[in-house]
């Protein structure tokens, strides 16, 4: 079936957050280096990437300390993002892909102040969407029934581009869409290594790979 909607998870896919956990780092007073190997550590167990910061700060509470962070520096970036967290990659295969006549969507797991911010960027997506603003998650079924419903198309006509199996491939397949594996960060290398990365219907080194690939599949 032919793919007419392509839809984006945001953070390692559009977004590089090399720089976000940097700034948790100075936030936790803990080398940044340090923090980095933590949270790959963390990670590798199967662990929740919040353990890396209860690692570091003992009762470490998210909403708290991001609401702390907030009040003390509320013009500045802190764990949100802007224009330079792009990754470069991002505008020159939308842009390709916007030309093959597809639908672009964005669409993850991203607090209400992730909207905005992507809008302020001016990417030549259609539609910008949140799972704050959704009330449900990734990888909850509802959340790709959402996909499915703002993307106007049949499931089969959907490929979703996510870096994780466990939140983008496997529930995003299991609701009939098709789905890519983007081996970058953390976790996109840490899967793409996964027996089960053979899952996805393709798994791309960077998004520039992507046109050339729908145009493949007629």
Same mark, same amino acid.
């Given at each position: *079936?032919?793919?007419?909607?392509?839809v984006?998870?945001?953070?390692?896919?559009?977004?590089?957050?090399?720089?976000?956990?940097?700034?948790?780092?100075?936030?936790?007073g803990?080398?940044?280096l340090?923090?980095?190997?933590? *949270?790959?550590?963390?990670?590798?167990?199967?662990?929740?990437l919040?353990?890396?910061?209860?690692?570091?700060?003992p009762?470490?509470?998210?909403?708290?300390e991001?609401?702390?962070?907030?009040?003390?520096?509320?013009?500045?970036?802190?764990?949100s993002?802007?224009?330079?967290?792009?990754?470069?990659?991002?505008?020159?295969?939308?842009?390709?892909?916007?030309?093959?006549?597809?639908?672009?969507?964005?669409?993850?797991n991203?607090?209400?102040?992730?909207?905005?911010?992507?809008?302020?960027?001016?990417?030549?997506?259609?539609?910008?969407?949140?799972?704050?603003?959704?009330?449900?998650?990734?990888?909850?079924?509802?959340?790709?029934?959402?996909?499915?419903?703002?993307?106007?198309v049949?499931?089969?006509?959907?490929l979703?581009?996510?870096?994780r199996?466990?939140?983008?491939v496997?529930?995003?397949q299991?609701?009939? *869409?098709?789905?890519?594996?983007?081996?970058?960060?953390?976790?996109?290398y840490?899967?793409?290594?996964?027996?089960?990365?053979?899952?996805?219907?393709?798994?791309?080194?960077?998004?520039?790979?992507?046109?050339?690939?729908i145009?493949?599949?007629?």
């Amino acid at each position: *079936m032919m793919i007419r909607s392509v839809v984006f998870d945001v953070g390692e896919t559009l977004i590089d957050e090399t720089r976000i956990f940097a700034r948790w780092a100075d936030r936790l007073g803990v080398p940044r280096l340090a923090f980095f190997g933590l *949270m790959g550590g963390m990670l590798t167990q199967g662990r929740e990437l919040t353990d890396a910061f209860r690692a570091v700060k003992p009762g470490f509470d998210l909403d708290a300390e991001s609401a702390a962070w907030r009040a003390e520096e509320p013009h500045s970036l802190r764990e949100s993002f802007d224009e330079g967290d792009l990754y470069p990659d991002v505008r020159p295969a939308l842009a390709a892909l916007r030309g093959m006549g597809l639908q672009l969507i964005i669409a993850g797991n991203q607090p209400l102040s992730a909207a905005p911010a992507l809008e302020a960027m001016n990417l030549p997506v259609e539609q910008i969407h949140v799972s704050d603003a959704w009330g449900v998650a990734k990888p909850d079924p509802a959340f790709f029934t959402r996909v499915g419903e703002v993307a106007g198309v049949g499931h089969g006509e959907i490929l979703y581009v996510g870096d994780r199996l466990d939140n983008d491939v496997v529930p995003a397949q299991e609701a009939g *869409m098709r789905a890519a594996l983007l081996r970058r960060g953390m976790l996109g290398y840490l899967h793409a290594g996964r027996p089960d990365a053979r899952r996805a219907d393709v798994l791309l080194d960077g998004l520039d790979e992507l046109p050339e690939w729908i145009a493949e599949q007629g």
